[in-house]
């Protein structure tokens, strides 16, 4: 027994809406073309609608059409020019030549800078001299107020005053202003010549 007339016109009709939808994925995979140009025709003596056509699949504009076509990506554009160079990082220093006596085992305050918030590699150094013949040790340390590094010298003396320079250096981040100090103690002792620089970097590795 065969299909009845309107059962075949449907299975038609999907029919047909499918291979529809199989030809529209195929062209709208083909366009725009393998050189980036989309290709359109449009109505140029009546209201101007517009329709992209597929030229890789032999397609054209009708006699009553006007082609149009452009890129899908635009030209590049010309090089802007170069901007200016930005500020260079400002290095932070204080330094001093006075000579402050040092009581045995209390810590004193040398040198300080405060500092912005940043990050920052500080180096430092401190003269420490012996006044006696005896063998001393001397300790001072970089605080920021937290100990961010310590050196030690042994001051021997050796019948006259023995002067040493101790170097400091450490990097540190500060999330608010900070002050960075070098506090020195020995006994019967003075400093002198101290120097701190702080510098700001963007990051440490």
Same mark, same amino acid.
């Given at each position: 027994?065969?299909?009845?007339?309107?059962?075949?016109?449907?299975?038609?009709?999907?029919?047909?809406?499918?291979?529809?939808?199989?030809?529209?994925?195929?062209?709208?995979?083909?366009?725009?073309?393998?050189?980036?140009?989309?290709?359109?025709?449009?109505?140029?003596?009546?209201?101007?609608?517009?329709?992209?056509?597929?030229?890789?699949?032999?397609?054209?504009?009708?006699? +009553?059409?006007?082609?149009? #076509?452009?890129?899908?990506?635009? &030209? /590049?554009?010309?090089?802007?020019? *170069?901007? %200016?160079? !930005?500020?260079?990082?400002?290095?932070?220093?204080?330094? +001093?030549?006075?000579?402050? #006596?040092?009581?045995?085992?209390? &810590? /004193?305050?040398?040198?300080?800078? *405060?500092? %912005?918030? !940043?990050?920052?590699?500080?180096?430092?150094?401190?003269?420490?001299?012996?006044?006696?013949?005896?063998?001393?040790?001397?300790?001072?340390?970089?605080?920021?107020?937290?100990?961010?590094?310590?050196?030690?010298?042994?001051?021997?003396?050796?019948?006259?005053?023995?002067?040493?320079?101790?170097?400091?250096?450490?990097?540190?981040?500060?999330?608010?202003?900070?002050?960075?100090?070098?506090?020195?103690?020995?006994?019967?002792?003075?400093?002198?010549?101290?120097?701190?620089?702080?510098?700001?970097?963007?990051?440490?590795?």
């Amino acid at each position: 027994m065969s299909p009845l007339p309107g059962r075949r016109v449907r299975w038609a009709a999907l029919g047909a809406i499918a291979a529809a939808l199989v030809m529209g994925g195929i062209a709208y995979a083909s366009i725009p073309g393998p050189d980036g140009v989309i290709h359109s025709c449009y109505a140029q003596f009546t209201n101007g609608a517009l329709r992209v056509i597929d030229t890789s699949k032999g397609q054209k504009c009708f006699p +009553t059409e006007g082609a149009l #076509s452009w890129n899908q990506t635009g &030209p /590049t554009g010309p090089t802007g020019p *170069t901007g %200016p160079t !930005g500020p260079l990082p400002t290095a932070y220093n204080a330094s +001093t030549g006075q000579c402050i #006596s040092l009581a045995n085992n209390v &810590p /004193t305050t040398v040198l300080s800078k *405060t500092v %912005p918030a !940043g990050t920052y590699v500080i180096a430092a150094k401190v003269e420490v001299l012996n006044l006696d013949g005896s063998t001393r040790l001397a300790r001072c340390k970089l605080t920021d107020p937290a100990t961010i590094d310590v050196s030690l010298a042994d001051l021997a003396g050796l019948g006259d005053a023995d002067l040493q320079t101790l170097p400091l250096q450490a990097t540190a981040p500060f999330a608010s202003t900070a002050t960075i100090s070098i506090i020195c103690d020995t006994h019967n002792g003075d400093t002198g010549g101290g120097v701190i620089t702080a510098i700001p970097v963007g990051a440490i590795g």
